[in-house]
């Protein structure tokens, strides 16, 4: 190879191979410098060397790093197995994909001259175990491929061994630890605000949302811990302000209060299903050629593509499943677009009540960003967010933990998703063709929108970001500046839509 060739080169260079060589006569002053000059090489021989080994090294780590960037940033080939390809799979599993930070248009770093002052995190739990109703589902699908299959296929014979041992509902430990991780990373990105302030803390009252939140402060604590900037008393660990999930109850976290949308909101699949109808299909028939006896339907495909995601994310490390390698990459690109359908339609700006769902939240964020009382009257808490203790205001970090569906709906009383078009059913659009949009660069486990409010220089108004999966999204109706900021006012303006209460009268019509 090139490189072994140039290094053995290089090498021997330095290694001080000696010729001799005979003089040419007539030309003593020459001589006399060739001498002089063999005598300064042979006093400083060994400085030389060790000059043509460092600049060897770093020839060798600079070729190392490129070519380690070459190949990192090689594209997938298509085969499902392909290193290359293994993350572009684990990143199209919809939400059932584990976050990452999204490809952004404008730098996600706080811009020059600037401080952010007020850091707002909204984010889903971390990685979990199907639901109970998926998980009985996936277990009975496994259980007559085992009673009635004998031949397996090529590349299906490991679900002869396969046991089902997938729990329901709760956090695994991967899931735990992203959670951990995520508490890192804020702090680390806020490290200036958070080595003297402690963030105030909501979790929705369901188990793993809880869990969920006791491991993101578990990861700011530990980044405290370890900055030695931080003086700080501690007061870890933080209260968390749990509301709770039980029918009546408002929760602008995870609202359940508006009962037009909870009897329609599996009327509004209508794009999905033509979905399904094109691309299910294929693979049905080509797994039950694999699995003879197995008559698995189209929803059945759908269970066992779902086996891929909560399999790996069972996985202490998140290997990939063996079930993941029963579908393409393509067709995982296609069963990534389903789920983003489903949340688009179901909770999202598709959906004629899902933005109104996600209004109380929206306006306890207003409340937070201007110093001011909470303005809401449809899924807010009155007695909650009108006390100091379980409210307040004035804090510089805020950490809240829900729901993929509950942030989908808050996305969309935001408007950040409003330029999206309508997603088409009958053929598949990527993230980038949707302005953003698809549910794993959105709602992925372990989720994370950041409001940022900031101070800039020679500006005399505070101005406000928010990114999602470290994805800058450029505000709408505001005026947004080329860094996709608002000035606090604008913003405040441009959210008529929730301080309004969308459509909260047509919840009860």
Known sequence: MVFTDLRRRLTAFVAGSRYRYTQLPGNAARSQAQKRTSSWVGRHIAAVRLTMCAVLSIVIVLFSL??????????????????HCRKEIARSWGQYSSSFS???KISASVPRDC????????????????TTHKSLAYGAVVDRIHDNVADYGRGFKFIKDYKYTLGAEQLTLFGEQQMVNAGLKFYERYQHLASTHSPFVRSSGQERVVESAKNWTQGFHQAKLADGHSDAPDEYPYNILVIPETDGFNNSLSPDLCPAFEDSRHDNHDEQSTWIGLFVPPLTERLNQNLPGANLSDQETIYMM????????????AKLSEFCYLFTVEDWHDYDYY?????WY????????????GVGFVNELLARLTGQPVMDQTTTNSTLDGSKTTFPLHHALYADFSHDNDMMDIFAALGLY???DPLPGDRRISAQEAKGYSASWVVPFAARLYVEKMTCGGDKEEFVRILVNDRVIPLQSCGADALGRCTLSRFVESQSFAKNGGHWDKCFL
Request: charged share 15%.
């Open 66 to 83: 490129s070519l380690m960037r070459s190949i990192s940033s090689q594209p997938c080939s298509g085969f499902t197995r392909d290193r």
């Open 102 to 104: 999204v490809p952004s």
């Open 115 to 130: 401080e952010v002052t007020f850091a707002q995190v909204l984010s889903r739990h971390g990685a979990r175990d199907p």
């Open 306 to 317: 779902d086996l891929c995601p909560f399999n790996t994310v069972a996985n202490d490390k």
């Open 339 to 343: 789920q983003s359908l489903g949340k």
């Open 346 to 357: 179901g909770y999202g700006n598709g959906s004629p009540l899902g933005p109104t769902q």
């Open 418 to 420: 409003n330029l999206t």
